[in-house]
């Protein structure tokens, strides 16, 4: 499995992806699931894939250098005039691997899913973020909801629940999603290290941070320690029912 | 939806559910799915339900006063000799359910579904917790892992993870049932008020506590108070990442 989030806020983008793929738990490995493609100062956008790993690996394949469709139209992430028409082009390529592969997992009883997350900017654009659907669908995060998330979404919610505003601050947003992430990774054994983590200033139209987390990340270790022992002595303090037990 | 946890610790049993159904989201209902079975001095039991409400009425209909099944089996929950049978019991009621409903709701398009906890004691055993499938078949909790959960268990499972061990007091345990469901309610609506919770202590083979928990209790509004503005209290503390930016 998989955990991803992403967050559009005021002052940018923030994305956070896992690297752990298990087909069965006798078959784990390491996939970046982070993909980037840049014109500096031009656009930047970022993809963060979940489901199955070799649908995902061919929509990205299609997306690098652009693709015909079986209907000959001609798609290129790199000449997209906004981020809405971008999502519109990653639907297109979901589409055309569904088309190819969809049919013959059915055959084999394996149910194809996708889901993706889409965030980036273009110039003379807002940034924004979307999450596609296998179907090659999507929707947008909004200000009253700033936050996207695919795969094992669960665990990691309550924290951004709690959290993430419009204007929470981009380093705020990151050392939050690494929270969630914490979360998951204790609770969940099929989401795994290392991490990488992409930050987006608005308008900058390059990574303000593009940053793999390994197990020997300090920043990372730190917080798990000090947001563990925190939850402990939070829940230390609540005082115990009074129900005269 | 629903959310139920157990979890069987050194001093007994603590259960809590919360009392939402849902079909679709124009129908919502309150529904206890908490179920209690007791003779004083010699057994307590005690069901909590997940998945679809005509099944588990059905079932614990069928466990209610005991139950003949199709092959002309006697079954009583009153009468099982450990709790090990009474997890038998419940697997029969289930698989007598079954068999008269399930297939008419694959006809028509409901895929069936059912989970259940188990607790409880019976006199000369200690206590045990189960989880029962919708096939009949059941795991029990034990001292690596002394809780379980069904339903929309992934929001609450990291402060179990985090919290739970087997020497947890009943009263801590209830504590963190407590703040688990917290983070369940806000993250998901199919989940809500208000809750049954449940305290069996070893050997005394009647609830210590059995409690109704709706928007008024004072203790439950406090605990929910304080561990957000503990949680949040604690991310500002973590201090902010220091990558230059």
Redesign the interface.
């Known amino acids: 499995m998989t955990y991803c989030v992403g967050l559009n806020l005021q002052d940018g983008l923030v994305m956070l992806a896992d690297s752990r793929t298990n087909a069965g738990v006798d078959s784990i490995a390491t996939f970046g699931k982070m993909h980037l493609w840049q014109q500096p100062g031009e656009r930047v956008l970022s993809l963060c894939t979940a489901g199955n790993l070799s649908l995902s690996q061919s929509v990205v394949s299609l997306l690098n250098g652009g693709f015909v469709d079986h209907e000959g139209r001609e798609h290129d992430l790199l000449k997209a005039g906004r981020m809405f028409e971008a999502a519109g082009i990653v639907g297109a390529a979901i589409r055309e691997v569904a088309r190819r592969d969809g049919e013959a997992l059915k055959q084999q009883g394996i149910e194809p899913n996708l889901s993706m997350l889409l965030g980036g900017q273009i110039l003379g654009r807002p940034p924004q973020l979307y999450m596609l659907y296998y179907a090659g669908n999507f929707i947008r995060a909004t200000q009253d909801t700033p936050f996207l998330q695919i795969g094992?979404a669960?665990?990691g919610?309550?924290?951004l629940?709690?959290?993430i505003r419009p204007d929470t601050s981009?380093?705020?947003a990151?050392?939050?999603a690494l929270?969630s992430m914490d979360?998951t990774l204790?609770?969940?054994i099929s989401v795994g290290l290392p991490l990488d983590l992409l930050?987006l200033?608005k308008d900058e139209f390059k990574p303000?941070?593009h940053?793999r987390i390994d197990a020997d990340d300090p920043?990372f270790n730190?917080?798990r320690v000090?947001?563990?022992e925190?939850?402990?002595?939070?829940?230390a303090?609540?005082?115990?029912?009074?129900?005269g037990?």
């Open positions: 094992e669960k665990y919610k309550p924290i629940d709690r959290v981009l380093l705020q990151a050392k939050c929270i979360s204790r609770s969940n930050i200033r303000a941070l940053r920043y730190d917080i000090r947001w563990s925190g939850l402990r002595s939070v829940f303090t609540v005082p115990d029912p009074d129900w037990l």
